[in-house]
């Protein structure tokens, strides 16, 4: 199946700080990719969708700001979390789709954020 | 009313049981319905896809989806304790509908030697 790999799998940060994690698909080429958030014994939240070449499209809620987005490739997608807070601190996974199973979302392994 | 009802558990059952997962939903826009198996601080796995109502089988795993009731299930045969861990249903209108997932709560299995 298709493989995607998400970096760092585990970040501790000060309050204030920026962090970005990295999703990237690793052999195939992800037009579309998704980024979510999990808070814990909780299901999937989607927090946008990202397109290659251009703008991420944000669900209601989730601040553009805060969350920046950037689908430069169709290999890789970076998620930032701008000036992290400790209420930020949470669980990202990223997901990815092929050109061929444009239905099928593959997950990476996720990142765990803690913010100081 | 969520889009898509799980019961979140947790379920125990003993080694080599029959374990029985289910989702229903309220869109009938819904057409591809997916299992994902996630163990704890991982991502989710894709266990199972199928599009439209049917069954289908992939080992021990079957799923089936009901379109008339609205509703999908997934079997594990001759479950295993490395089958322990929590199961997402997630189904959607489709890529020409923005192709966004929707995901039930998740069911927490686990599997007792």
């Known amino acids: 199946g298709a493989v995607v790999s998400q970096h760092p799998s585990w970040v501790i940060c000060k309050s204030g700080t920026s962090v970005k994690i990295e999703c990237r698909s690793l052999?195939?080429?992800?037009?579309?990719m998704f980024w979510y958030r999990q808070f814990p014994k909780q299901s999937l939240m989607l927090m946008a969708t990202?397109?290659?070449?251009?703008?991420?499209?944000?669900e209601q809620g989730v601040e553009k700001d805060k969350f920046l987005i950037n689908h430069a490739s169709l290999t890789l997608s970076t998620l930032t979390v701008t000036s992290a807070h400790p209420e930020d601190s949470s669980f990202y996974i990223c997901?990815?789709?092929?050109?061929?199973?444009?239905?099928?979302?593959?997950f990476g392994a996720g990142t765990r954020l803690s913010v100081l | 009313q969520k889009e898509v009802e799980q019961d979140p558990g947790p379920l125990s059952v003993p080694e080599g049981a029959i374990v029985s997962l289910n989702c229903t939903y309220s869109?009938?826009?819904?057409?591809?319905f997916m299992w994902y198996r996630q163990y704890s601080r991982k991502g989710p796995e894709l266990l199972m896809y199928?599009?439209?109502?049917g069954n289908k089988e992939d080992g021990r795993f079957t799923a089936q989806v009901d379109k008339s009731s609205k509703y999908i299930s997934l079997f594990i045969r001759d479950s295993q304790p490395s089958d322990s861990a929590t199961y997402l249903c997630?189904?959607?209108?489709?890529?020409?509908?923005?192709?966004?997932?929707?995901f039930g709560q998740g069911t927490e299995l686990s599997v007792k030697p």
């Open positions: 997901s990815a789709q092929t050109g061929l199973e444009r239905n099928i979302q593959y």
């Open positions: 052999d195939f080429q992800a037009t579309t």
């Open positions: 990202s397109n290659e070449g251009s703008k991420a499209t944000y």
């Open positions: 869109n009938s826009a819904f057409q591809y």
């Open positions: 199928t599009y439209s109502s």
């Open positions: 997630a189904m959607s209108a489709g890529y020409n509908q923005g192709g966004k997932l929707i």
